[in-house]
């Protein structure tokens, strides 16, 4: 598949750290705090019906060096992981480029916006090269973003990754550090329990492991990350239950060079860690390192192996989220609602992702604009900068704003100003769009905002997220909302979402793995309404 983008590209040095001994519990690697510092990332702080934002992404370079891509300063910054406390590297990404995604590959670091975009290092920053429009980028980058949900939304249908499904199984492709690019089939057996891995040299026929993995209840997604230099692999692996109490959990099995069973790495997903694209990597030395983003604070953890037999059973239990801790005292008005089809709810969701119209100077606002409380953050939303007399895509995510789509039809059809991310701020009103649960509210028809607190008063709890249909929504209370659209082919939660960070500044379509979403605090939930 090709892509009409520009190219970018930082080459990764080829020193190889020397072998770490196992980790054996989890460990902080290295703190950053809140600000713009050579030892600090942009954190913007959760408010109602927001999550907090900071980096989207965490990737292990090829000499041992970890990258986060600090989306909201606009850059990616790097720093030796064996070698913590010393100065970070920071790389400005270039204007125009607001990614949701990193990865590392073949001696390249790769950015997602909307597409894979590879950078280059130039002058201490990442700038833009002279590379031809046109090129194309490979399926093994394109497969290793979809690893985490990053995908193109095709026309008029949900995605998968790019190297197509059949018959239950799913193929990937990976470029390994200890050997090379390799192809990856997953099989699920029937009951969902276990799978096989067959692991293959690209081109090859014949696969040189075939892996075995069994959960105690159901298998999520399942996404080969790495071979390391001693030839161990490394698996991303997700056990859901049927109750939403029985604890989902997300775990990275390691396999040794002959394809044995060797343990996991647990990793700690709990309600206040933010979502992010991409919250896990491995090195080429075989450590497993995880993004952890809270209030105020960024921490890259070292997480702790836990040895088990092989063939054993995976039985690893993750935190049951307290949910009435979660929701706030936030609450919706009490509405009369008309019944509604799966069918409509899914339309009107995709009519706010795909429609397009013109950002006017009037809708675009004055330069420069405002900045927001609490940070350097500018009050438009990314996707619309520098886009002024454009036609863009996507009703924009707006801080307390609701309405429906025609509303916002006729709105900005006069001039009115789009768009507003500033969510430490008081509301504003004179702004046109929607936030997440105004945009789940107008999905369900509902002439009334109800925010994510209030939402468990008009949908029920459903008790086996495998159930979850096309106009459902995952509702984390007092923080965001989805609305769910369908599971894909590898087992992860295909959404719609408002969302500052994680769409850019407005209506998108995304995937997540589906534990990763309830280990976080988020629901899955029922509109009573609906006419199902």
């Known amino acids: 598949m090709k ?24 460990g902080v690697v290295k703190e950053f705090s809140a600000g713009f510092g050579p030892n600090s990332v942009g954190v913007v702080d959760a408010s109602e019906d927001t999550e907090i934002a900071g ?11 970890i990258f986060l891509l600090d989306q909201v300063n606009s850059r990616v910054i790097g720093f030796d992981a064996k070698e913590p406390a010393e100065r970070t590297r920071s790389l ?29 290092s130039r002058e201490g920053g990442l700038t833009r090269s002279l590379a031809p429009d046109g090129a194309a980028i490979d399926e093994t980058t394109q497969s290793m973003f979809a ?7 095709p026309e008029g249908g949900a995605g998968t990754r790019s190297v197509s499904p059949s018959a239950g199984r799913t193929r990937q492709l990976v470029a390994s550090r200890g050997k090379g690019p390799v192809a990856v089939e997953v099989t699920p057996d029937k009951g969902g329990t276990s799978a096989r891995i067959d692991v293959s040299q690209q081109g090859a026929s014949t696969a040189f492991a075939k892996l075995q993995l069994k959960v105690r209840d159901k298998l999520g997604s399942i996404e080969f990350l790495e071979i390391d230099h001693s030839g161990r692999m490394y698996v991303l692996a997700e056990n859901i239950p049927a109750y939403v109490a029985g604890g989902a959990s997300t775990f990275i099995a390691r ?12 990793l700690p997903l709990t309600p206040n860690v933010a979502l992010s694209r991409r919250f896990v990597t491995v090195s080429a030395d075989g450590d497993v390192y995880f993004l952890r983003t809270r209030k105020g604070v960024v921490d890259v953890i070292g997480v702790g192996f836990r040895p088990m037999k092989n063939g054993q059973v995976i039985d690893v239990r993750g935190p049951q989220p307290d949910y ?11 509405a009369a609602v008309r019944p509604l089809t799966r069918e409509s709810i899914v339309q009107t969701g995709r009519a706010f992702e795909s429609f397009t119209w013109r950002l006017t100077p009037s809708s675009y606002g004055a330069d420069p604009d405002n900045q927001c409380n609490g940070f350097n953050r500018i009050r438009r939303p990314g996707y619309l900068i520098g886009h002024a007399g454009q036609n863009v895509r996507g009703v924009p995510y707006c801080w307390g704003c609701q309405g429906s789509l025609y509303q916002f039809a006729g709105k900005v059809s006069r001039g009115a100003l789009a768009g507003n991310v500033c969510t430490r701020n008081t509301p504003r009103y004179d702004v046109i769009g929607v936030d997440c649960s105004s945009f789940v509210s107008a999905a369900w028809g509902l002439s009334t905002h109800f925010t994510t607190a209030a939402i468990p008063s008009i949908a029920s709890l459903v008790q086996n997220p495998w159930d979850l249909k096309p106009g459902d929504a995952l509702n984390k209370p007092g923080s965001h909302v989805m609305l769910f659209m369908g599971f894909t082919p590898d087992r992860k939660a295909e959404v719609l979402e408002a969302s500052p960070g994680g769409c850019n500044g407005r209506v998108c379509r995304n995937v997540y793995p589906l534990a990763s979403l309830l280990e976080r605090g988020y629901e899955p939930r029922r509109f009573r309404a609906l006419a199902d």
């Open 3 to 26: 892509f009409r983008s520009v190219i970018f590209r930082i080459m990764i040095g080829l020193a190889f750290a020397a072998p770490s001994p196992l980790l054996a519990q989890d």
């Open 55 to 65: 980096p989207q992404a965490i990737y292990a370079g090829d000499n041992g060096e």
């Open 92 to 120: 400005a990404l270039p204007e125009g480029v607001d990614p949701t995604d990193l990865i590392v590959a073949k001696g390249n670091i790769y950015v997602w916006d909307g597409k894979p975009i590879a950078l280059e």
């Open 147 to 153: 690893q985490m949900g990053s995908e193109e939304t």
């Open 255 to 266: 396999f040794g060079p002959g394809g044995a069973f060797e343990g996991v790495y647990e």
């Open 324 to 334: 009435a801790a979660l929701a706030k005292s936030g609450k919706g008005a009490i």
